[in-house]
Nanobody, 123 residues
Framework: QVQLVESGGGSVQVGGSLRLSCAAS????????MAWFRQVPGKEREGISL???????DYRVFVRGRFTISQDNSKNSLYLQMNDLNPDDTAMYYC?????????????????WGQGTRITVSS
């Protein structure tokens, strides 16, 4: 069973930065698509950013220009660099892996999920 483990969450002030990491128990090169999602209590989980094995990336408009997704297959890891954080970014953040291509924003199409890492942005 594939395991994904996120790390790097925490509390930060408005305008601050954090870098999330997601370590996979199997080769990330085997996943056609990996992604970051987030969820606020009482709301649906939403996609933030996607990356495929060609290195092609996509971002939701509310994080574009502030967040950067990257993947290092030599370390079996996925990353999310988050800059200029604001209170609306407060959420539980999850990494996910899809076993088919292409990438989609629909979280139901992702087979493997991490346990999440919490981010709190305060003013």
């Amino acid at each position: 069973q594939v395991q994904l483990v996120e790390s790097g969450g925490g509390s930060v002030q408005v305008g601050g930065s954090l870098r999330l990491s997601c370590a996979a128990s199997s080769a990330t090169s085997g996943f056609p698509c990996m992604a970051w999602f987030r969820q606020v209590p009482g709301k649906e989980r939403e996609g933030i950013s996607l990356i495929d094995q060609t290195g092609s990336t996509d971002y939701r408009v509310f994080v574009r220009g502030r967040f950067t997704i990257s993947q290092d297959n030599s370390k079996n890891s996925l990353y999310l660099q988050m800059n200029d954080l604001n209170p609306d970014d407060t959420a539980m953040y999850y990494c996910a892996a899809r076993v088919n291509s292409p990438c989609y924003w629909n979280d139901r199409l992702y087979k493997y999920w991490g346990q999440g890492t919490r981010i709190t942005v305060s003013s």
